[in-house]
């Protein structure tokens, strides 16, 4: 079992950085997949960005590649998404989540976990 907390979001402007943090509990976070997610208001929620258990291997949406960077530190039981160059069409509410399963994935149907999510705001 995996239980996961997102923080950091916030109002910041257009061009602006956020850093988000995810902090999981539970001894198995090292062996898990773990990926961002994002919901607009009124749409589905996105595949953002996902890494491997080992930090080796990263994916990005292609809205977000270049300007986020998805790290983790499985000896503090966290994942951040640092978040350059914002723009207001990354408004969203943003939730991270764990992959019991090898590999990375962009589908959210493939992840087991989810925090509550985290509201990100960026104004023009």
């Known amino acids: 079992q995996v239980h996961l907390v997102e923080s950091g979001g916030g109002l910041v402007q257009a061009g602006d950085s956020l850093r988000l943090s995810c902090a999981a509990s539970g001894r198995t976070f090292s062996s898990h997949s773990m990926g961002w997610f994002r919901q607009a208001p009124g749409k589905e929620r996105d595949f953002v960005a996902a890494i491997g258990w080992s930090s080796r291997t990263t994916y990005y949406a292609g809205s977000v590649k270049g300007r986020f960077t998805i790290s983790r530190d499985n000896a503090k039981n966290t994942v951040y998404l640092q978040m350059n160059s914002l723009k207001p069409e990354d408004t969203a509410i943003y939730y991270c989540?764990?992959?019991?399963?090898?590999?990375?994935?962009?589908?959210?149907?493939?992840?087991?976990?989810w925090g509550q999510g985290t509201l990100v705001t960026v104004s023009s």
């Open positions: 989540a764990a992959k019991s399963s090898l590999g990375l994935a962009t589908m959210s149907r493939d992840y087991n976990y």
